[in-house]
């Protein structure tokens, strides 16, 4: 079975099996990606980095006297946005019996053996073959991290640094669908907060802060699995599974009632929220999660029609919204699994990038083969990356939406 071991990777850990190999886990990452990805972006010569900005005076009328002296003098201050750079650190250790038994296979079920007959074994190379999923995870990381970080600059190290992400930094263009529950408290598999969500309607829940549990994770959609009263609520994790035992825990998430689905509305509003604040422009980009991008087309099309999609094919049925004209631009239609599922997000491209603390001699992403103590390869693969997000105001989040 697919997954992971740690420590070093044996042939009895990490067994080799005949024929093609797949992967079972995306490894798209549609905002970094888009940003600059891991190649692109800027550098910084400290772990803390920053940006300027400026503003100017609203417009008015400023009508003068002839022959008067001149106006009192005015400037416009600049100002400053801290981000920091996080560091991203992975490490692969492979026994020297697995890099040389490239020709031994397993069964379920049975210890390593030696089988001549079948398809060759794909993965030559053991070691450089996890180095390179150790670097397709961290830019998996990266990328969750662009959107749902939460920035921490600590005193000493006895607490990791975290960079802000996109979510976080468009506090103040965030618009909720239904408001936030907030001191939620958890005991066993029960929520207990006022709320008015509903099982037999099929309403949903998200967390935003899991506080001590590790039974649920923030942003994914679980279902509401019994609401006996108004005051307390069970979830789970399918439709037909049982209530999850969350532990104890002071938890925090947006209610999704299954009426609250994104409208073209709801669009607009956030689109003229982002405007009116000074923002668009730049590349302005629509994000969604895969639900709220089906509710989306679906919205589109029942809003101006649905025969214009066919493009007067009749071999060609559905919709698919991928770019959208507004009266605040036109904005492509992005997909990315990071994003919160009850979220959608408008980010200006052109203010967004990756920024590398430069390591000397290293580089600003570098695997690293690391001192021999035993019988094995061991690799670590490194860097610490910040988001720049130029003008928080150009961009915004939309919270709360039933997908």
């Excluded at 991290?145 to 103040?172: H, L, M, Y």
């Excluded at 000397?360 to 490194?382: N, R, W």
Aim: aromatic share 8%; hydrophobic share 40%.
């Amino acid at each position: 079975m697919a997954g992971s071991v740690s420590g070093v990777g044996t042939t009895y850990g990490l067994p080799n099996y005949h024929g093609e190999l797949f992967a079972l886990s995306p490894a798209d990452t549609p905002l970094l990606s888009a940003a600059g990805g891991l190649t692109g972006g800027g550098q910084t010569d400290s772990a803390a980095f920053e940006w300027q900005t400026y503003d100017l005076r609203d417009a008015s009328s400023r009508p003068r006297l002839e022959g008067a002296d001149a106006p009192t003098a005015e400037e416009r201050v600049r100002g400053n946005i801290e981000n920091v750079c996080q560091i991203f650190h992975e490490a692969v250790a492979t026994s020297y019996t697995k890099a040389a038994a490239v020709g031994q296979y397993a069964t379920p079920g049975s210890a390593p053996f030696y089988s001549a007959g079948g398809s060759p074994n794909p993965v030559g190379n053991e070691h450089t073959w996890q180095v390179a999923q150790a670097v397709k995870q961290i830019a998996r990381d990266v990328n969750y991290c662009f959107w749902n970080g939460t920035k921490v600059k600590p005193e000493n190290n006895s607490t990791a640094r975290a960079t802000q992400g996109i979510i976080g930094a468009a506090s103040a263009n965030t618009i909720e669908k239904k408001a936030k529950l907030t001191s939620i408290s958890a005991a066993t598999d029960t929520l207990t907060v006022t709320h008015d969500l509903v099982a037999a309607d099929g309403d949903k829940f998200v967390f935003t802060d899991v506080g001590a549990s590790t039974a649920v994770v923030p942003g994914r959609i679980y279902y509401v699995a019994s609401n006996s009263t108004t005051a307390s609520f069970k979830v789970k994790a399918t439709p037909a599974g049982s209530a999850i035992t969350v532990g104890t825990a002071t938890m925090a998430g947006y209610p999704l009632k299954a009426a609250n689905t994104i409208t073209v509305d709801n669009v607009n509003t956030l689109l003229q929220q982002i405007f009116d604040a000074g923002g668009l422009g730049e590349n302005a980009t629509i994000f969604t999660s895969s639900g709220n991008k089906r509710r989306l087309s679906a919205a589109y099309a029942n809003e101006y029609g649905k025969a214009d999609a066919l493009a007067g094919s009749r071999n060609v049925g559905g919709v698919a919204v991928e770019t959208i004209i507004t009266d605040f631009g036109v904005l492509n239609v992005v997909i990315d699994r990071a994003l919160p599922g009850d979220a959608i997000s408008v980010v200006s491209l052109g203010q967004v990038r990756p920024v590398f603390l430069n390591i000397p001699g290293k580089g600003v992403l570098f695997e690293e083969e690391l001192a021999k103590t035993g019988a094995s390869d061991k690799t670590q693969i490194y860097g610490e990356i910040g988001l720049e997000y130029g003008n928080p105001l150009s961009h915004g989040v939309y919270r709360g939406l039933f997908s």
